[in-house]
């Protein structure tokens, strides 16, 4: 298939912060690609350097083999993560405006039944939620019926069910051919929706794959939590020969109020129960878990902090949403070179 984005070696420093260090990728026609990464870490800047609202310092960015900013902008969808319509427009007068801008827009109808707001059309942007504001924000981005959309974190703030119409709409127009380049702190959201997932961290692309194989190589194994009333020693999941089934876990983690199988088979699951049982424990809850793209995350993530300082992060540093070392997630990406429309009064 074809490269439609492309970045080669790109590099981007603010001052004493490397924003990015040496990035390169690729995104297929058609291809959902998912970067993901803690904030800070760079997406919003690769975004800008993509799209050509930011130059890179080093490397190069190509959209169908020529650069940024020689491509036809018609031909380009971009959701910065702040973008602020006028206040005193309706959700129907905005992607109206929009739609206006493009000699082959799409019905801005259709695309408020898209983004899920058939019935808040003519609501004034102030007025609406949260949530419905962010639809109305993609609805603005695909309005134009692009051929590359860019999308940083799309469904920030909307509901789970709007956030579901969102993903739907989103495969709908990858079906359909477009090419995808979105960022998430959502890993479910990335897991359904990428063909490919990236993960940037401290400006590096320190991994990239298929959701799949991802969680294959570095999601790590199945794991039981037991919620118990007290701290459990492990010592009493060893030496019990007489068990009908082994607890085989490959790592066993007891701590306040828990106590965590790692690698263990589902058929232990039994074993550990009467061992609770017959030392007279209680215990609240057991939880299964799977590996999936969040375990895979916190991984990369703390194997990248190791690389990086030679300390492991903790889980709540390392966690998508967590705390920025430079505000780089928080830049705008082509607001100020969107023409806005004049507010209307009512």
């Known amino acids: 298939m074809t490269a439609v984005v492309e970045a080669a070696g790109l590099r981007k420093t603010y001052g004493e912060t490397v924003a990015l260090e040496d990035v390169s990728l690729s995104v297929e026609d058609g291809e959902i690609f998912g970067l993901i990464g803690p904030n800070g870490a760079g997406k919003t800047t690769l975004v800008r350097s993509l799209t050509g609202t930011t130059v890179p310092d080093a490397g190069t960015a190509r959209l169908w083999e020529r650069a940024p900013t020689a491509v036809d902008k018609g031909r380009l969808g971009v959701l910065p993560q702040e973008f602020s319509p006028p206040d005193r427009l309706s959700a129907r007068e905005l992607l109206e405006y929009y739609a206006g801008l493009y000699d ?25 939620s949260g949530g419905q504001k962010r639809r109305v924000c993609v609805g603005s981005a695909i309005v134009n019926d692009p051929d590359v959309l860019f999308l940083d974190e799309p469904t920030t703030g909307i509901d789970p069910a709007g956030r579901r119409t969102v993903w739907r709409l989103i495969e709908e127009l990858a079906a359909e051919g477009t090419t995808v380049l ?26 990239s794959g298929p959701p799949a194989t991802l969680i294959e190589n570095h999601g790590g194994s199945s794991r039981l939590t037991v919620e118990t009333a007290t701290k459990v020693s492990t ?9 009908p089934v082994e607890i085989d876990a490959t790592e066993i983690d007891a701590r306040d109020g828990s106590i965590v199988f790692e690698g263990v088979s589902p058929t232990a699951i039994e074993a550990i129960v ?3 049982e017959a030392e007279e424990i ?8 799977e590996p ?12 990248a902090e ?3 300082t030679g300390r492991s992060k903790s889980l709540a540093e390392a966690t998508p949403g967590g705390g920025s070392a ?13 023409d806005q429309p004049t507010e209307g009064s009512r």
């Open 182 to 207: 979105l960022t998430t702190h959502d890993m479910a959201e990335a897991e359904r929706l990428a063909d490919r997932v990236g993960l940037l961290a401290d400006g590096s692309l320190v991994a």
């Open 104 to 128: 082959d827009a799409r019905d801005p109808e259709r695309v408020l039944a898209d983004v899920g707001l058939a019935d808040a059309g003519e609501t004034w942007y102030e007025n609406l």
């Open 292 to 303: 999936d793209l969040e375990r895979a995350y916190l991984a990369l993530a703390d194997d």
């Open 306 to 308: 190791v690389a990086r």
């Open 326 to 338: 430079d505000g780089d997630d928080t830049d705008g990406i082509g607001t100020a070179d969107r």
């Open 282 to 289: 209680g215990y609240t809850s057991l939880t299964w878990a």
């Open 235 to 243: 010592d009493l999941f060893g030496g019990l020969e007489d068990r």
């Open 274 to 276: 009467d061992v609770l």
